[in-house]
């Protein structure tokens, strides 16, 4: 009798394992990525909310106080110093896309290759343009080029506005982690078309958004995910003053780039 309940308690175990995880291939978003171009900075969704929806993926903060790296189940937090701080559960983020990472592609890295390099090397290995990729790439690194973005104070400005004093950070032989996504072109006003990546150092004192990099060498993951969830406020009077029709590629451009 008792070896029949441990079999049974072994094979329970083995099915849950087995089962698959209800966002499995799924990206899950906090509002968009127009909306916070706007200039809106508070959101509703606190990091332990959030961290139901995924193990992996980048954002940002409340007040847009720096930049988000969701890393192996732990959030991160790059302030406008340059430094990694690890930002409580209570805290809000007003936009950041996650996932449960696991890769379906690997491409090892034996020769260096620069930002623009890569974006193309893996655009010939995605089997579908159309969906949603998470790219973890993990190397060593001659130049990361990043920045951050300092808290602001209401009124908010646009982050056209923010981006022309963000501190830029260059970093020089460098081991890292780049964390993620390679979305469709159709996402546009949404999230960022093409790729949207956030950098952590090895040692989990240095990163941001980049704006480039040269990798030595290294292992790019690829996670294909084919389902899109958005969650958008509840309660935002800021955004239901705003025009959501208009256009804002350009604003979107000065900003990543």
Known sequence: MKRSYILCGLLLLLCIGCASHPYKDTITQASTIDILLAGVYDGEMTLGELSEYGDFGIGTFNRLDGEMIILDQTIYQVKADGRVYRPANEV???FAVVSYFEADQY???K???NFEQLQSLIDKHIRDPHIFYGIRISGRFSKMHTRSVPAQQRPYPPLTEVA???PEFVMKDISGTIVGFRCPDYVKGINVPGYHLHFISKDLKQGGHIL???LSGGRIEIDSANRFT???PEHCEDRQKLDLSRDREKELEAVEN
């Open 111 to 113: 020769k260096p290759v």
């Open 212 to 214: 480039g990099f040269e």
């Open 164 to 166: 022309k004093t963000q």
């Open 92 to 94: 809000k983020t007003p």
């Open 107 to 109: 491409i090892d890295i």
């Open 230 to 232: 958005l969650i958008m």
